[in-house]
């Protein structure tokens, strides 16, 4: 099958439930999208409200789900906090833990040893058992006094998290529920990670039934930023056409796959308006800012901008055409070429952000 750069976009949008804003809740639009980043909390509540007809940024459904245990927040795609929906978290952090990218001695030079993580590892099982939740400063306490090494009091502190995210990709630990203004860490509900072969089977068709068609080294670099070993992340895709889960198409002339069960809606590729997404939207995240057929490689800066920071975005069709904010109850907006027609975006984000926010103009 040939398709083209817009077929792939549209496909996304409909997928992603951004074009019809038809996403039903928080669980179901974190499994589709297989996470939402949510290292800046409002944004990640966006994310998910702008995906359902209804849905405001406030109106408190994440932590409802955080709360009854259908979603866990915790490190995952590319060692940044996400949303997941927690049936489907331990299938997509074995995959994480299976690159033990800890094991690297420039990270272990950096960060701590492999005898450091090793006591970490049971340190952490301990100290949270029962059901405890701990606060960053009662964790770090518990486990240097478990471990006995104060070497690792300061990489613990570490708002970052470094050291913390291996034991995340484990299964070990996860974010608990806020106290106060300050984070808390427990253990997750699930008894362990299935194996990291038979979790690919289930998270590369996954990623692809939202974000693609895509090359192997797109999910790799969604997931890991190409930290997957490369023999084994092809043969996972190996196997996946071999049973005729996934196929392989052109898009304007590439090489990537698709589930075989969605070709035919790759085919049917109705245009898709003008759209706003706030900052740090997964439409973005998973075809990454690099991808010229999502932003134009002259605008990347625009989009992907200092410490990290990705800018709320206005997509034509699926394409980044600018970028907007929303200043004084008004839509500003900076197009990269010519004006931008968002009047209807307007209420929209109106409703998502609970306030009346007049179009530019």
């Given at each position: ?11 996304r949008l409909r997928r992603q439930h951004i074009a019809a804003h038809d996403g039903t809740d928080p669980v179901a639009v974190a ?318 984000w109106s409703r998502v952000l609970g306030r009346p926010l007049t179009p530019p103009g």
């Open positions: 099958m040939r398709l083209a750069a817009e077929q792939v976009r549209r496909f499994r589709r999208l297989l996470g939402v980043q949510a290292q800046v909390p409002s944004a990640a509540a966006q994310a998910v409200a702008v995906r359902t007809p209804e849905g405001t940024a406030d109106d408190g459904t994440v932590e409802a789900a955080l709360t009854a245990g259908t979603l866990v927040r915790t490190w995952a795609a590319r060692g940044t906090l996400h949303l997941l929906a927690t049936d489907q978290a331990p299938s997509l952090l074995a995959l994480l833990a299976a690159a033990r990218s800890w094991d690297k001695g420039s990270w272990q030079r950096e960060f701590a040893t492999a005898a450091q993580m090793t006591a970490l590892e049971a340190a952490v099982v301990d100290v949270l058992a029962d059901g405890a939740v701990l606060t960053r400063e009662e964790l770090t306490a518990a486990l240097v006094a478990h471990s006995g090494d104060e070497g690792l009091a300061e990489a613990l502190r570490s708002g970052w998290g470094t050291v913390l995210k291996p034991l995340a990709w484990q299964g070990l630990i996860c974010h608990g529920p806020p106290a106060g203004a300050r984070v808390t860490f427990t253990r997750p509900g699930w008894p362990g990670l299935p194996d990291a072969d038979e979790a690919a089977r289930t998270i590369v068709p996954a990623f692809l039934a939202a974000h693609g068609p895509a090359t192997p080294t797109a999910v790799d670099a969604w997931l890991l930023r190409g930290m997957t070993p490369k023999a084994r992340l092809r043969r996972w895709f190996a196997d996946l056409v071999a049973d005729g889960t996934l196929t392989e198409v052109t898009v304007d002339g590439e090489a990537r796959y698709a589930r075989t069960e969605d070709l035919d809606d790759l085919e049917v590729a109705p245009p898709v308006g003008t759209r706003l997404l706030g900052p740090f939207d997964p439409y973005v995240l998973g075809a990454g800012t690099a991808d010229p057929d999502l932003v134009p490689a002259d605008r990347r800066k625009d989009v992907s901008r200092a410490a990290g920071w990705i800018a709320p975005v206005v997509v034509d069709d699926g394409r980044v055409v600018g970028t907007w904010s929303a200043e004084d109850d008004r839509l500003a907006v900076t197009p990269f070429d010519g004006p931008v027609d968002v009047g209807s975006e307007a209420e929209t």
